[in-house]
């Protein structure tokens, strides 16, 4: 990849963590962990993929406040991760993992057309192929922690 590319991608690491940070601080600091997290999975429960559905109301439903200081614990760690470049790699995939439960959530239409299948949960589609493509060209390399310590390391003989 060439140095120009290089800097793309580290542009959009930065971009895309920072977009985790902010959705972990409002997360932190709104309802979200506060409560709001309950209501949202019992209706995500109840539009979501049948095994996504069940696993919602028999562990995520019952654990809701730790679950869902765990998903803002997640974002955060996604966010830190891809705006430093520390672990980016590690980071895109772990947000690959976490952008796939909204996914299973959002993206359940029976007896939909093709349309409706390709748009449902659009968004989560596009992130999630966004941070494959981040963690394919280890974004953080360059302006990135993970760039950083490579570059101490003695070369081996």
């Known amino acids: 990849m060439g140095r120009a590319a290089e800097r793309v991608a580290a542009l959009?690491?930065?971009?895309?963590?920072?977009?985790?940070?902010a959705g972990a601080y409002s997360k932190i600091t709104g309802e979200f962990v506060r409560g709001g997290f309950a209501?949202?999975?019992?209706?995500?429960?109840?539009?979501?993929?049948?095994?996504?559905?069940?696993?919602?109301?028999?562990?995520?439903?019952?654990?809701?406040?730790?679950v869902a200081w765990l998903v803002a614990a997640g974002?955060?760690?996604?966010?830190?991760?891809?705006?430093?470049?520390?672990?980016?790699?590690?980071?895109a995939l772990g947000g690959v993992?976490?952008?796939?439960?909204?996914?299973?959530?959002?993206?359940?239409?029976?007896?939909?057309s093709w349309a409706d299948w390709v748009t449902a949960g659009l968004t989560s589609k596009f992130a999630i192929l966004l941070l494959l493509l981040l963690a394919t060209v280890d974004a953080g390399r360059v302006w990135g922690l993970d760039g950083r310590s490579r570059r101490r390391k003695p070369a081996r003989e």
């Not at 974002?75 to 980071?91: D, K, P, S, T």
């Not at 993992?97 to 939909?112: A, D, E, K, N, R």
């Open 12 to 21: 959009v690491r930065i971009a895309t963590g920072s977009l985790f940070l």
């Open 39 to 66: 209501s949202q999975a019992t209706k995500i429960a109840a539009k979501s993929w049948p095994v996504w559905s069940r696993f919602l109301h028999s562990i995520v439903i019952p654990g809701a406040p730790a």
């Open 75 to 91: 974002e955060l760690a996604v966010g830190v991760g891809l705006l430093f470049g520390l672990w980016a790699r590690a980071a």
């Open 97 to 112: 993992l976490l952008v796939l439960t909204f996914l299973l959530g959002q993206s359940y239409v029976p007896g939909g």
